[in-house]
């Protein structure tokens, strides 16, 4: 130990002066406190497998930001909590507010939660970043003129594509469609959309038979019955679980699949379970903003499937983007609103004057915020098509659409928004 | 119309452990549900392993069976914590149950993830058949008769066995049984492995005909009560009836009036309830 005086005192002026660097960083260290971002995932049921690639997305963006330094110097830190039901997740959104005093709520799917949130957001004055949520009453924006609440792109735009291109493939080749969809808003809002859009194209179909079984739902031998009846020439379905896969097998098993086309508007969700042992090619198919195989995929898209791959042994979908999104939009935002105040951290008024209008690169390219706080991204959809190297069906051509054509305007109804079109 | 036997048939499995549980240990066992998604997701992992291995793939089936009894075993364990609520309330009987749903749901994520898992071509190794202008899958009429299948031998089993006689007198009077000389406790750890065998079998024998998703046991339990309550409580006849009642009446509504699907399946459960409490073959004592 400290043997002699000499040895001793310079101990104590080592001491000291580690102190004295201790004291001169203090305020520096203050300012480097992590910045807390919580995050409401879903972990059961329906949606359990849409939070985890949600949840995926983040950390991919987090250990990425944090390996280059943080946001304004400051790294990030991750609060995950539960979204379940609207009751619950509003409590564990408060908390998240409230005690862990979280700078920024990214996550969210169903719009029953986004409907809950989106109030309570406003209330706190706690910035909400919603990944799929939207805070949509059927077709309508409950609230137009957000403060703290970003939402997600709108649901029925995968519809709005997914129609456009089932209107161009199809156009003389259909007479009859029938829809399949889940016994809920999206559902049917989805259909509804479908064949407003049917009309405005003039494509003159007739809707045989209309079938809703409820979310969750994993048997649909008499729905494909009762299509077999109806005889469609076309088949529309919104479903994006775990029911898209079971209802082709079973349609492909019941011989639907050969002869009647498809339009499948968001089975790229589960994109790695539409095998082609019974997803026939032809059927128009949605990706939704991530598209794991885009031709012109960029090398941030490129990494992250590589590490989506070799970390999960599956190829990434559509949430991870959206999560990834809000990360990088948080960041871009705090970071702009930042330089604007010389240098300090921003209030959440700032950043959110940073968010709206905002454009950063994302998983799937270029996407942000409108000033009414809706997304903007490009949709992936396309033709079904077994020439990969998959055991699962992939699209060729992809088509790319951004939200500015498949999304409703900002204070537009859809309806009116469609019949303005010009086709 | 058999779309509607084919769900029938998977139903009867289900609702069969749940009444068998029932019936002699007077427990709601809310998991027969869990055990029903466990033994899907096993059938797909049995199955995969099974032809990856270079099994024929005819025989799948078989294997999936197998899968379905393997997994019975954990009947002994969960029956061994249920044992502590045997003389409790009921609503202690529901908690803990609920709580093995929830349980079960985390474990099927710890173990296969929350994708959905699938066969995707073992569905239709035995061909189609065209029966007019349907197209039916073969597989769906071996699910349906192996449903049949079961049900005959549960019926053989418990009218015609020693064992089924010992497992009706427990059923009737536990404090006689044990009087005379039965060995209650051995009673019900057989019994309930049986009806969680139901439910696995279940499970694994759907597989090829959809996918296994984490949610699909809790869906299931909705339904497997509507049977319970058509059928009547701790009634096997019960279970295959209701089990039909619930399937047919699906498929009919889909096939005519879609929009009550769901609601067709409730007013015929209220209509019970109204008419016939205890259900449609309940027994005279229960």
Redesign the interface.
């Known amino acids: 130990m400290i043997t002699n005086r000499r040895t001793f005192i310079k101990v104590l002026a080592g001491a000291a002066a580690a102190t004295g660097a201790r004291l001169d960083v203090a305020p520096a260290l203050a300012q480097a406190a992590p910045v807390r971002i919580g995050v409401l995932a879903a972990k059961a049921g329906v949606t359990a497998p849409v939070g985890e690639s949600g949840l995926r997305g983040t950390q991919f963006a987090v250990d990425r930001i944090n390996a280059a330094g943080g946001i304004a110097g400051r790294k990030i830190e991750l609060v995950v909590e539960e979204e379940s039901n609207p009751k619950d997740t509003v409590e564990r959104f408060r908390k998240l507010a409230l005690q862990t005093k979280a700078d920024v709520i990214t996550g969210g799917i169903s719009t029953a939660v986004g409907l809950a949130v989106g109030p309570v957001s406003e209330e706190l004055k706690a910035l909400w970043l919603a990944w799929d949520a939207t805070t949509q009453k059927g077709v309508e924006e409950t609230i137009p003129k957000p403060r703290y609440a970003f939402r997600s792109v709108d649901n029925e735009a995968e519809a709005v594509m997914a129609s456009i291109l089932a209107a161009r493939q199809f156009k003389g080749k259909i007479k009859t469609v029938a829809g399949i969809n889940n016994d809920y808003s999206y559902g049917r809002d989805n259909w509804a959309a479908f064949l407003a859009i049917m009309k405005k194209f003039g494509m003159n179909v007739t809707p045989v038979v209309e079938l809703w079984p409820k979310l969750g739902e994993t048997n649909f031998t008499s729905h494909v019955a009762a299509l077999q009846q109806a005889k469609p020439d076309l088949v529309f379905s919104s479903f994006w679980s775990g029911d898209a896969p079971i209802l082709m097998k079973q349609a492909h098993a019941a011989g639907l699949t050969q002869g009647t086309k498809f339009v499948l508007t968001t089975a790229g969700g589960v994109h790695e379970s539409m095998k082609k042992a019974f997803t026939p090619e032809g059927a128009i198919m949605g990706y939704n903003s991530l598209y794991f195989e885009a031709p012109n995929a960029s090398p941030l898209l490129r990494e992250f499937s590589k590490w989506h791959q070799e970390r999960f042994k599956e190829w990434p979908n559509y949430e991870s983007d959206h999560a990834y999104f809000t990360i990088v939009a948080y960041k871009a935002a705090v970071e702009k609103a930042s330089k604007a105040a010389g240098g300090k951290w921003p209030t959440t008024e700032q950043t959110v004057e940073a968010l709206e209008g905002i454009e950063v690169e994302s998983l799937s390219g270029r996407r942000g915020y409108r000033s009414d706080h809706i997304m903007e991204a490009s949709y992936y959809q396309g033709v079904t098509t077994h020439k990969n190297r998959h055991d699962f069906v992939t699209i060729d051509p992809v088509e790319v659409m951004s939200t500015k054509q498949i999304q409703k305007p900002s204070g537009t109804g859809l309806y009116d928004w469609i019949n303005s079109w010009s086709v | 119309?058999?779309?509607?036997v084919?769900?029938a048939a998977?139903l009867f499995l289900v609702a069969a452990g749940l009444q068998l549980v029932f019936g002699v240990q007077k427990i709601l066992n809310l998991a027969c549900g869990s055990f029903y998604a466990l033994g899907a997701y096993a059938g797909v992992s049995a199955v995969s392993w099974a032809l990856a291995a270079g099994a024929p793939p005819p025989i799948f089936p078989l294997v999936l069976v197998g899968a379905g009894l393997v997994l019975a075993l954990v009947g002994p364990v969960i029956e061994r914590l249920l044992r502590t609520i045997y003389d409790r309330d009921e609503s202690f009987q529901l908690l803990l149950t609920f709580a093995l749903v929830?349980m079960f749901?985390d474990v099927i994520?710890f173990v296969w993830?929350?994708?959905?898992h699938?066969l995707?071509?073992a569905?239709?190794v035995y061909g189609?058949l065209r029966v007019g202008?349907?197209?039916?899958?073969v597989?769906?009429l071996v699910v349906i008769a192996a449903g049949g299948a079961i049900a005959a031998l549960m019926g053989f089993l418990l009218a015609r066995t020693r064992f089924g006689r010992i497992v009706r007198a427990t059923a009737e009077n536990r404090g006689m049984a044990e009087a005379m000389g039965v060995d209650v406790s051995r009673v019900y750890v057989r019994v309930f492995t049986l009806g969680v065998a139901l439910g696995t079998v279940g499970g694994a024998l759907?597989i090829p005909?959809?996918?296994?998703?984490?949610?699909?046991g809790?869906?299931l339990i909705v339904e497997a009560f509507a049977v319970v309550v058509i059928g009547g409580l701790g009634s096997m006849r019960g279970a295959v009836a209701g089990a039909l009642i619930v399937g047919i009446m699906?498929?009919v509504a889909?096939?005519t009036y879609?929009?009550v699907?769901?609601l067709a399946i409730y007013v015929v459960v209220i209509a019970v309830l109204v008419l016939r409490p205890a259900g449609l073959f309940a027994k005279a004592a229960a």
């Open positions: 119309m058999l779309g509607g084919f769900h998977v929830l749901e994520r993830g929350t994708a959905p699938q995707s071509s569905y239709l189609q202008g349907l197209v039916i899958p597989y769906n759907v005909a959809t996918a296994a998703v984490n949610e699909m809790i869906d699906r498929a889909v096939a879609p929009e699907e769901m």
